[in-house]
């Protein structure tokens, strides 16, 4: 068990049978009363954000969560089949769980698998991904400053908008938290 | 961040307003021990050790108050104060207490005085009050009011923890593990009634209840609650006040338990301070306070740490 005192940024502890991480955290004393950590924690499930007022000397649980790098291989009905890239154990995690992260999961792209209690629980992938245009109308040379776009497609399916002036071929840079196009870094 | 020379200018300037305010005021600036036998004894309170049995103050309360019961009516302190394991945006182990003692004045009489200080520190910093919300007079209420208000829970001072427990859970505070009175009441204040007080124009908080009466002498009309006002502004809490208790007794009684609980909780356990309670009986009815310097600083100048007016931050 942690407690109060064990409280710093990144440490994993469970709430409410839920796995958060302390985001912020802020010593205070009321009155004249006993010492307490105002803690920021987000939930690692959903991204919720909680504030909780933690009195000095409450125990804390450790919440078992571990995340670690993987390459997604395929996909098969149901699922996602994923190989940790240091022991090659092959994991499923079903596609609920990946979620929308799969328009911008790439097959052999290294993520993040975040396991709570040992189950796959979420993937995370790499701000920005590269990746070359599979399908996009023909591009308009010279067209590179009115912000007209069009939509074009990468090899997850996905379709993106980007700037008139790319062509199937090219590789862009797409940021995955937004889904959004952000350069042309050259061609495949 | 340390603070800037034009910061330490400042709160140089409301040092000096500060003082002249209370010489203007009849007041004696005093300057009673630092290093002592019996530190405060207060459960939460704990001293930083000082050799040969010595203890830094964590309040110059017991000396100053055995000045009072030694005639002096009007007395001032402004020094340093140390206490151990608070570190944070608000709190320093060492750091700037103002107190003051008013001998034969009600409780009200100190609430008045951190108006004017208020303002006096605000205008030596040269901001608009307007800006602080200093311009019409400080909110004054009470705890139940405050309870009531935010958290639906009608606290009469009396109910045992238990009673008090079930009603906060009630209420949706969670509790953890506290069982003590003052831990359960402290984690609803934190979690209701800090963050409205944070928000609001400056506040003072009166007539708390019996179990948080620390030095304070319970109200004559309902000895359920003490003679007791904190004052909230600008998110920080400012000052504490008691209608002094004077019955030697009763305080004996106080420091016992305090003593009792401090052993129960592993904590170093202090002599009682035998001089201090010899001398209350000659005590009359008096009004205290202790305001913290630094944290006026920082609402006149609206810092959000500490450490951002003070000129050394490590330590």
């Known amino acids: 068990m942690y407690d109060t005192s064990d409280i710093r940024k990144g440490l994993k502890i469970m709430v409410d049978g839920s796995p958060y991480t302390v985001v912020e955290f802020q ?68 596609k609920a769980t990946v979620g929308d992260s799969a328009d911008f999961m790439p097959e052999n792209i290294n993520v ?34 009115t912000g007209a776009t069009k939509p074009a497609k990468i090899s997850t399916g996905a379709s993106i908008n980007v700037p008139l002036f790319i062509s199937v071929g090219d590789v862009i840079k797409i940021d995955t938290r937004t889904g959004e196009y952000l350069e042309r870094v050259g061609r495949a | 961040m340390p603070a800037s020379l034009g910061t330490l200018a400042a709160r140089a300037r409301i040092l000096k307003a500060v003082r002249a305010w209370f010489d203007a005021q009849g007041f004696l600036e005093v300057d009673t021990p630092a290093r002592v036998r019996s530190p405060g004894q207060e459960v939460h309170l704990d001293a930083i050790a000082a050799g040969d049995g010595y203890w830094l103050i964590t309040s110059p309360e017991y000396h100053m108050k055995r000045l009072v ?14 206490r151990a394991d608070e570190h944070g945006p608000h709190h320093r182990t ?19 005085d951190c108006e004017q200080l208020v303002r006096v520190a605000v205008q030596a910093a040269g901001r608009p009050p307007a800006a602080l919300g200093i311009d019409a007079p400080f909110v004054r209420t ?23 427990r079930a009603r906060v859970a009630a209420a949706g505070v969670r509790p953890g593990s506290a069982t003590a009175w003052d831990d359960i009441f402290y984690q609803l204040f934190l979690d209701r009634i800090e963050p409205a007080l944070a928000r609001s124009r400056p ?20 000895p359920r609650v003490v003679e007791r006002f904190e004052l909230y502004a600008g998110g920080l809490e400012l000052a504490n006040a008691f209608g002094e208790l004077t019955d030697a007794i009763e305080q004996r009684r106080r420091f016992e338990d305090e003593a009792r609980l401090r052993a129960e909780r592993g904590k170093a356990v202090y002599p009682i301070d035998e001089e201090l309670l010899a001398a209350l009986p000659a005590m009359p009815a008096t009004a205290g306070i202790a305001l913290g310097f630094d944290r006026l600083v920082m609402f006149a100048l609206g810092a959000t740490d500490i450490a951002d007016v003070t000129a050394f931050t490590a330590i």
């Open chain 1, 27 to 94: 010593f205070v004393k009321p009155g004249k009363g006993a010492a307490f950590t105002r803690t920021k924690m987000k939930n690692l499930l959903t991204g919720a954000v909680l504030e909780r007022n933690l009195r000095s000397g409450d125990k804390l649980e450790p919440a078992d969560v571990e995340t670690k790098t993987m390459q997604y291989l395929y996909a098969d009905a149901d699922s996602f089949i994923f190989m940790d890239t240091s022991t090659y154990d092959q994991v499923n995690i079903p």
């Open chain 1, 112 to 145: 993040e698998v975040l396991f709570f209690n040992g189950r796959a629980v979420g993937v995370s992938l790499p701000n920005f991904i590269e990746q070359t245009v599979m399908e996009a109308e023909p591009g308009f040379r010279g067209d590179t400053a």
């Open chain 2, 69 to 82: 019961a030694a005639g002096c009516t009007r007395i001032v302190q402004i020094g340093k104060c140390w």
């Open chain 2, 94 to 112: 060492e750091f700037t207490m103002i107190e003051w003692y008013r001998a034969g004045e009600p409780l009200e009489a100190l609430a008045d």
């Open chain 2, 142 to 164: 009470t705890v139940r009011e405050l309870v009531a208000r935010h958290a639906g829970i009608e606290l009469a001072g009396d109910e045992d923890a238990t009673a008090l």
């Open chain 2, 203 to 222: 506040t003072f908080v009166f007539d708390w209840p019996a179990p948080l009466a620390a030095l304070a002498r319970p109200k004559p009309d309902d």
